[in-house]
């Protein structure tokens, strides 16, 4: 039978798991004149797992593709609405979240059923071993033979699949115990350390119950030396109160041992190779605590038999398939990784108050975000929110970000604050007309704190000839000014950066080119040691004695210049390559004295300036720092890990919170961009040794500022560019969420009103489009 002009094909589908049987169904759909062979190594009723997820989207997708099956699976489901979050005595439920779970083996008999309907050859327990000779022997190859797929190992070279062993143990059991009422998270505190389970519903009779820990945990339980019905009955004991007297069971007879793995992170550079094409786990797999692998695999078998269905070749219906398909997948890895991340780093959540840490957990892949949770669960988002503001000394529930914060004597009205922007405006270091109306505007804006730009210490200080300073008397005055009218006028705190460019000094204004040399007048620069920003930037001298002691004493001078002023806060610029930074990276560090080498050496210099500027800053007052926390070179450089280190060093000296950002250390530098990218460093920094923190990187919306603070992964969020665009940032984001306690200055309440009444329209019309 043909299709067109194309005659049909003989087409071989390598795993009969969902992926090859939907692929299976979804081609004959389309073609039913093509031969379609599944080959399947295991028997018809083998299975390795337990439950499937499928979330209500899924569904939907599968029935415009598959009415009679997708109706037969609707009919085998087990749903709910709820997650459950058990910690110890503590259990926190929130609802809205519309999952479904069928068990695999049911799932697979409906599949078989309706492939052999559709007229599949079914061929099982048929080990495919050579897969150049299948290539040979049919027109099309799909590989849907699952994470360890042999037609991917085969063509590796071709593939060039990255597999990344995950870091944590889990072991996939069922259980007849009843979670009929909710997804459910159990975290148990044993002798060994922290165990946990993901345990929900599949059928009337049987429940998945996956148990996982860190590898620590694992060995220190000897589960590596177990046999499976010794690490079972381990696994009991820990969750006896969970079970209620039920057992646990094992179907994974193909793993040795006691049944325990690692989650293998699939990803390949390319997913076709001639005739034969990668689906499901073998192209790429998500980890299964998002519980949306299926969902992948039977999503991207629909969008393969639509570009075979339309495409009389071959290669260009897989090239197709694959750049439709690689950016949806990768979207996924992308929310599963997060999750895998949080599962492995949980012990650094552990300590959160249970509100809080069930916020964390459901929030933690980046896919639900805190409005998506008040469309899930209104109830219960407030709760969470009331308990926030509680923690925070307020009295009444307000999304997180206008929750009030204090550091020391400072105390801001709400979380917002106005990231640190070079203006590059300066005349000679002075602040003119140009920064009173920019900093004016934002303090006007409902921000809790601005930040100035970096504000250099001397003129030899400054980044470029544009650069704000606080060593002339002038400068004093001028910003005394604007901090006069903050303080009069706003309900902003306004803070001091201070600085000095180190090697990044004496280039160009921003908007001409970017860290290049002035075309003439350049000064000379100092680092910790003579090694330039770049090939095209001047060599700068490495700091001796007296260096350092004049430079500190610069320091001091601007800080008392500041108190002076009027400034709530000082930050230190110890960031993006800067002096004070080319001592703390290796990168730039290359002394041989007691001020290079270890960390706590380059750390040195930065603490002397520090302390001499706390011994200069009024005790009420807060000082905080800004750190580079990646240097995106790799181990070569700062790393995540060492940023923890630093930020420890930084707390132990007394700095009041860190103010994290990343990178700008290197013209080599990779960084790995998106929304809140670096949020995970302040997150890291917060949890494991409790420090205040300040998150920046990306961030745009009230919903990502919302998430970081109710989660846990900061104390203030920092917003530079949107407060370019839009001052009034923070009194915009009121009115979208409908909070009337935020402050307004007077001669702008008129404006106020329209604009909450404009929200309130565009609340209704979503209101009525999801209606």
């Not at 280039?507 to 002035?518: I, R």
């Not at 110890?574 to 001020?595: C, Q």
Request: net charge negative; charged share 25%.
């Amino acid at each position: 039978m043909e299709r067109g002009n194309r005659p049909a094909r003989r087409i071989a589908i390598l795993g009969g798991g969902p992926a090859g049987l939907y692929a299976a169904i979804s081609l004959k759909l389309r073609s039913p004149g093509d031969v379609v062979t599944v080959i399947e190594r295991n028997r018809p009723d083998d299975t390795f797992g337990w439950g499937v997820v499928l979330s209500e989207e899924t569904l939907t997708n599968l029935a415009a593709n598959d009415p009679p099956s997708a109706e037969a699976i609707r009919a085998d489901f087990a749903y709910w609405d709820d997650i459950a979050v058990v910690r110890g005595d503590d259990r926190n439920l929130s609802s809205g979240h519309g999952f479904c779970g069928i068990g695999r083996q049911r799932l697979l008999t409906l599949l078989q059923s309706r492939a052999n309907e559709l007229g599949v050859a079914m061929r099982f327990e048929s080990e495919a071993s050579d897969i150049a000779a299948l290539m040979r022997g049919y027109d099309l190859v799909i590989a849907a033979d699952g994470i360890n797929s042999a037609a991917r190992a085969a063509f590796a070279d071709v593939f060039e699949p990255k597999i990344d062993q995950r870091a944590n143990k889990f072991v996939w059991l069922g259980t007849h115990q009843k979670f009929n009422d909710a997804f459910t998270f159990i975290f148990e505190q044993t002798e060994h350390g922290w165990v946990w389970a993901h345990a929900y519903q599949f059928d009337a009779d049987t429940a998945t119950f996956i148990v996982e820990c860190n590898a620590e945990t694992w060995e220190a339980f000897g589960f590596d030396e177990m046999d499976r019905d010794a690490s079972i009955a381990t696994c009991e004991r820990i969750f006896a109160r969970h079970l209620d007297g039920h057992n646990l069971l094992s179907n994974a007879r193909h793993l040795r041992g006691s049944g325990w793995i690692n989650f293998p992170r699939v990803l390949c550079a390319k997913w076709h190779h001639d005739n034969l094409v990668l689906l499901g786990d073998a192209a790429a797999s998500a980890h299964f605590s998002i519980g949306s692998g299926t969902k992948l695999a039977m999503e991207s078998a629909i969008a393969l038999a639509d570009k075979l269905a339309s495409h009389a070749e071959a290669s260009e219906a897989f090239a197709e398939y694959e750049d439709e398909r690689r950016v949806e997948v990768l979207k996924l890895q992308s929310a599963a990784r997060n999750s895998c991340e949080w599962f492995e780093q949980v012990g650094r959540y552990l300590g959160l108050a249970p509100m809080q840490f069930a916020y964390s957990l459901l929030t933690r892949s980046q896919r639900i975000s805190h409005e998506n949770l008040r469309l899930r669960d209104p109830r219960w988002l407030g709760q969470a929110e009331s308990w926030f503001q509680r923690q925070a000394g307020a009295d009444r529930a307000r999304a997180p970000m206008f929750a009030p914060f204090r550091l020391r004597d400072m105390e801001l009205a709400n979380r917002v604050v106005v990231s640190p922007m070079a203006q590059y405006k300066a005349n000679d270091g002075c602040p003119g007309d140009w920064h009173f109306a920019h900093y004016a505007e934002r303090a006007k804006g409902g921000a809790g704190l601005v930040i100035t730009e970096m504000t250099c210490t001397a003129p030899d200080a400054r980044i470029t000839p544009g650069c704000t300073g606080l060593y002339a008397p002038e400068h004093e005055a001028a910003w005394k000014r604007l901090t006069d009218f903050v303080h009069a006028e706003t309900d902003a705190k306004i803070a001091v950066q201070i600085g000095h460019a180190g090697p990044k000094g004496s280039t160009q204004l921003g908007w001409e080119e970017m860290d290049a040399p002035l075309a003439s007048g350049n000064w000379p620069l100092l680092s910790a040691s003579g090694v330039p920003w770049s090939p095209q930037n001047q060599v700068p001298r490495a700091m001796d004695r007296a260096d350092m002691d004049e430079v500190r004493d610069q320091f001091v001078a601007a800080a008392e210049m500041a108190k002076r002023a009027g400034f709530d806060m000082v930050e230190l610029h110890m960031a993006h390559g800067y002096l004070l930074s080319s001592f703390i990276t290796p990168l730039t560090n290359r002394r041989n004295d007691e001020y290079g080498g270890e960390l706590e050496n380059r750390m040195r210099f930065p603490l002397e300036v520090f302390h001499a500027v706390r011994a200069a800053w009024p005790d009420h007052k807060p000082i905080s720092v800004r750190i580079s926390a990646n240097d995106w070179v790799g181990e070569e450089g700062v790393t995540p890990e060492e940023a923890v280190e630093i930020a420890a060093i930084l707390r132990e000296a007394g700095v009041d919170i860190c103010d994290v950002s990343a990178g700008q250390t290197t013209p080599s530098a990779q960084p790995v961009y998106g929304r809140m990218f670096q949020t995970p460093f302040s997150d890291r920094i917060r949890n494991d040794i409790g420090m205040a923190t300040m998150a920046v990187g990306n961030i745009y919306e009230p919903d990502h500022a919302n998430s970081i603070l109710l989660a846990g992964r900061a104390d203030l969020v920092c917003l530079a560019r949107p407060h370019l665009a839009n001052p009034y940032w923070t009194l915009h984001a009121a009115a979208a969420l409908d909070d009337r306690f935020v402050h307004w200055p007077a001669p702008y309440l008129a404006g106020r009103d329209q604009l909450y009444r404009l929200a309130e329209k565009e609340r209704a019309a979503a209101e009525d489009f999801k209606a």
